[in-house]
């Protein structure tokens, strides 16, 4: 192990920080966090608004996001949408209209429901609206980025976060966030934005390689190897692969009789969330994988025993996938 504030780990994180801004597509700066992707739906919301929060929920971890802000103390309205739909950008500009908000969270990739909500288009529509630039888009993109695109800088995003477990492949325990000069400027002027999740303590310290507390260096070290990983196979080509890893599973599931309960069009690349319309049991199912090696997730909360989730995210390869749709195969044929 090696100190948090010896030479060794200040270039071990400058090493870190410049792969990040090429996953997040941005250049300004992507903080380091150890703490779980919860822990940075706190601090967005702790740091970028003051007024009031437009949450939009459409899944249980927008609707995660909804409880953190109520939690911390934030003033907030809800936009819900039908479990199954993305968040459309019009619906967002109507709740803007005659309103105080000054911050929206949206889920980019709702993993409860295999939706992807279009972030692109969201935040183009927000900004154009009369208040636009006095708004924080807050995004969370824990099972998106790394599997799905995100143009942090191009899309005009103020903050973007994620967990380390998801589409980047890594153990948990680590979630990084870009952020905004927009939202270090209103971040500046909130108060009580809490001492764990400060963004501006938190940059102070990245602007020098540091961290302003202890980080988990052991995962840092994990990090720095992933993220050469990632590049090396590239950006877009992981993006493709994801989008290959998707059309896979929607075929398989269509050809088997299954229906998808993403709303066509927003069918996530790293989850597939598949209607159990034909009535197996997923806990029975999954014990099967399991005792093969094998583990799919069932449904979210109140969608247990109604869907089931094949994730395709991270490292996953059509190999993999491939394997696990034989093994599912074979126990729909032996149960039907
Ligand atoms: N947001 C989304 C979209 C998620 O899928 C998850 C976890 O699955 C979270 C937030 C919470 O992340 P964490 O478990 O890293 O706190």
């Known amino acids: 192990m090696i100190g948090h504030r010896t030479p060794e780990c200040l270039e071990l994180i400058g090493s870190i920080h410049e792969k990040l801004k090429v996953v997040f597509r941005t250049n300004g700066r992507v903080l380091i966090n150890t703490a779980s992707g919860?822990?940075?739906?706190?601090?967005?919301?702790?740091?970028?608004?003051?007024?009031?929060?437009?949450?939009?929920v459409n899944g249980a971890f927008s609707n995660r996001w909804r409880k953190v802000t109520e939690s911390n103390g934030k003033e907030n309205e809800v936009l819900e949408v039908e479990w199954g739909q993305p968040i459309r950008?019009?619906?967002?500009?109507?709740?803007?209209?005659?309103?105080?908000?000054?911050?929206?969270?949206?889920?980019?990739?709702?993993?409860?429901?295999?939706?992807?909500?279009?972030?692109e288009e969201i935040a183009s529509a927000v900004r154009s609206t009369p208040r636009g630039e006095e708004?924080?888009?807050?995004?969370?993109?824990?099972?998106?980025?790394?599997?799905?695109p995100l143009?942090?800088?191009?899309?005009?995003?103020?903050?973007?976060?994620?967990?380390?477990?998801?589409?980047?492949a890594l153990p948990p325990g680590l979630s990084f966030c870009a952020v905004s000069d927009r939202a270090l400027v209103k971040a500046n002027s909130v108060r009580h934005r809490g001492t764990y999740f400060d963004f501006i303590e938190l940059v102070k310290y990245l602007e020098r390689n540091q961290t302003p507390a202890t980080p988990a260096i052991s995962?840092?070290?994990?990090?720095?190897?992933?993220?050469?990983?990632?590049?090396?196979?590239?950006?877009?080509?992981?993006?493709?692969?994801?989008?290959?890893?998707r059309d896979i599973t929607i075929g398989w599931a269509r050809s088997k009789g299954f229906t998808l309960f993403a709303a066509g069009g927003f069918e996530s690349p790293t989850v597939t969330c598949i209607n159990n319309n034909l009535n197996i049991n997923?806990?029975?199912?999954?014990?099967?994988?399991?005792?093969?090696?094998?583990?799919?997730?069932?449904?979210?909360?109140?969608?247990?025993?109604?869907?089931?989730?094949?994730?395709?995210?991270?490292?996953?390869?059509?190999?993999?996938?491939?394997?696990?749709?034989?093994?599912?195969?074979?126990?729909?044929s032996k149960s039907s």
């Open 38 to 56: 919860t822990g940075l739906q706190e601090a967005a919301v702790r740091n970028c608004s003051d007024i009031r929060v437009l949450n939009c």
């Open 282 to 332: 997923v806990e029975n199912m999954n014990r099967y994988l399991r005792g093969r090696g094998f583990i799919i997730s069932n449904g979210y909360g109140p969608l247990k025993e109604k869907t089931f989730r094949i994730a395709h995210m991270g490292d996953t390869t059509t190999g993999d996938l491939t394997q696990l749709l034989d093994v599912i195969d074979a126990y729909l």
């Open 89 to 119: 950008p019009q619906q967002v500009v109507q709740r803007l209209e005659n309103s105080d908000i000054d911050a929206i969270t949206v889920v980019h990739n709702e993993t409860s429901t295999g939706v992807i909500s279009p972030i």
């Open 219 to 245: 995962l840092l070290f994990a990090l720095d190897r992933q993220l050469d990983h990632m590049l090396a196979e590239g950006m877009e080509n992981r993006t493709a692969r994801h989008v290959i890893l």
């Open 151 to 168: 143009e942090f800088d191009k899309w005009d995003l103020d903050v973007a976060l994620t967990s380390s477990q998801k589409a980047l």
């Open 135 to 148: 708004i924080q888009i807050l995004v969370d993109s824990v099972s998106a980025i790394g599997g799905a």
